[in-house]
């Protein structure tokens, strides 16, 4: 599966079960990374809130069997650290006007590009050329990891990649994120 949206992580014990419960939501494929599976979901909100909906039914899925589920909003293939950097510039400064003022951080979970790519790094670049659009709009934001108004989330599988931004409210709502 090449054109996904959705990246799951399963703990070690529940990778079976995790298969087993998401493989009747939708297309489910196990990467080459360990407890990794990638999703194409076309209708995200209607997921989402079966999510939502079975996880308050049985809480004990994303204690024992699930740890992440991250719904991308924009994806892309890139082949060099560089075609990354300058795909994901180019959307989260599409998100300027969601983050003016507003305090925020981006978490990056890398899977491939070992020594190509690094998660630190490309969070710190990220995050400053966000601050400088911000103040160069006149509406700055800052960097915050105890509370923000909103987390990007980039996350890589091999030569793709997706990002989304979330807000506070999205934050509290789905607890299948696990963005930290």
């Known amino acids: 599966?090449?054109?996904?949206?959705?990246?799951?992580?399963?703990?070690?014990?529940?990778?079976?079960?995790?298969?087993?419960?998401?493989?009747?939501?939708?297309p489910l494929r196990r990467t080459d990374y360990m407890n990794i599976m990638?999703?194409?979901?076309?209708?995200?909100?209607?997921?989402?809130?079966?999510?939502?909906?079975?996880?308050?039914?049985?809480?004990?899925?994303?204690?024992?069997?699930?740890?992440?589920?991250?719904?991308?909003?924009?994806?892309f293939t890139f082949q060099s650290a560089d075609e990354f950097e300058s795909?994901?510039?180019?959307?989260?400064?599409?998100?300027?006007?969601?983050l003016a003022?507003?305090?925020?951080?981006?978490?990056?979970?890398?899977r491939g590009f070992k020594g190509k790519?690094?998660?630190?790094?490309?969070?710190?670049?990220l995050g400053g050329l966000l601050l400088d659009a911000l103040k160069e709009a006149g509406t700055p934001g800052s960097i915050s990891f105890k509370d923000p108004d909103a987390i990007i989330d980039i996350e890589t599988v091999s030569n793709r990649?997706?990002?989304?931004i979330w807000m506070r409210e999205d934050l509290e709502r789905y607890a299948f994120l696990h963005l930290d």
Not at 8 to 17: C, P, Y
Not at 89 to 98: A, D, P, V, Y
Not at 117 to 125: C, L, P, R, T
Not at 161 to 164: F, K, N
């Open 38 to 75: 990638v999703m194409k979901i076309h209708d995200v909100e209607q997921f989402v809130n079966r999510l939502t909906e079975m996880f308050s039914k049985d809480p004990g899925i994303l204690k024992y069997d699930i740890a992440r589920i991250v719904p991308l909003q924009r994806t």
């Open 161 to 164: 990649a997706g990002i989304s």
């Open 87 to 98: 795909r994901a510039k180019e959307i989260i400064l599409g998100w300027l006007e969601k």
């Open 117 to 125: 790519i690094h998660a630190q790094d490309e969070e710190s670049v």
């Open 1 to 26: 599966m090449k054109d996904w949206n959705i990246v799951v992580t399963a703990r070690d014990e529940g990778f079976d079960r995790t298969c087993e419960i998401l493989g009747r939501m939708g």
């Open 101 to 110: 003022g507003k305090s925020f951080h981006i978490r990056m979970h890398r």
